[in-house]
T-cell receptor
Framework: NAGVTQTPKFQVLKTGQSMTLQCAQD?????MYWYRQDPGMGLRLIYY???????DKGEVPNGYNVSRLNKREFSLRLESAAPSQTSVYFC???????????FGPGTRLLVL | GQSLEQPSEVTAVEGAIVQINCTYQ??????LSWYQQHDGGAPTFLSY????GLEETGRFSSFLSRSDSYGYLLLQELQMKDSASYFC?????????FGAGTRLTVKP
């Protein structure tokens, strides 16, 4: 099992460009999450999906959209990137009712 | 809303014991989790407390006092590889909130 995978690992964007961060898990988990982590800070929840077909906003959803494509995949889209979105983005998944979240390796995004 | 407070840095020597505290304020509380993150790596789950008391997993233990809105992570027999950041986290429904993290440096 690969666990949680994310692509790409690194990305540089210009202000105003769009991109989609991909996340997939092979653990048959119901819930999936997108976080961002800025230097010296904890993770902040952007969006989550409790189950296939549902998505909900987290703490910092502005400037992002998500799609729960199927049970395995949960993508994060930046429609018009801004320098404030420079961050490390982590995807995570968990079984319904379980506290343990399994994180992907992260995507390091730089917006110039 | 939710907020979590934990020390920003802790330093200890190899073989020692260190305690990382976490206080929280939340409108709804299910439990307190702890995660470890090495530099450049992904967070990994360490422990979860839903009820008051101590949970032990090898060299790591975690404690919760719901009445005090307080918990701690206890690391025993410190090893160099324990140098990392440690985050406490609380869940309100499916909305997870993390503390800013405590950077633990283990010295020889």
């Amino acid at each position: 099992n690969a666990g949680v995978t994310q692509t790409p690992k690194f990305q540089v964007l210009k202000t105003g460009q769009s991109m989609t961060l991909q996340c997939a898990q092979d653990m048959n988990h119901n819930s999936m999450y997108w976080y961002r982590q800025d230097p010296g800070m904890g993770l902040r929840l952007i969006y989550y999906s409790a189950s296939e077909g549902t998505t909900d906003k987290g703490e910092v959803p502005n400037g992002y959209n998500v799609s729960r494509l199927n049970k395995r995949e949960f993508s994060l889209r930046l429609e018009s990137a801004a320098p404030s979105q420079t961050s490390v983005y982590f995807c995570a998944s968990s079984l319904a009712g379980q506290e343990t979240q399994y994180f992907g390796p992260g995507t390091r995004l730089l917006v110039l | 809303g939710q907020s979590l407070e934990q020390p920003s840095e802790v330093t200890a020597v190899e073989g020692a014991i260190v305690q990382i505290n976490c206080t929280y304020q939340t409108s709804g509380f299910y439990g307190l989790s702890w995660y470890q993150q090495h530099d450049g790596g992904a967070p990994t789950f360490l422990s979860y407390n839903a009820l008051d008391g101590l949970e032990e997993t090898g060299r790591f233990s975690s404690f919760l006092s719901r009445s005090d809105s307080y918990g701690y992570l206890l690391l025993q027999e410190l090893q160099m590889k324990d140098s990392a950041s440690y985050f406490c986290a609380v869940r309100e429904n499916n909305d997870m909130r993390f503390g800013a993290g405590t950077r633990l440096t283990v010295k020889p």
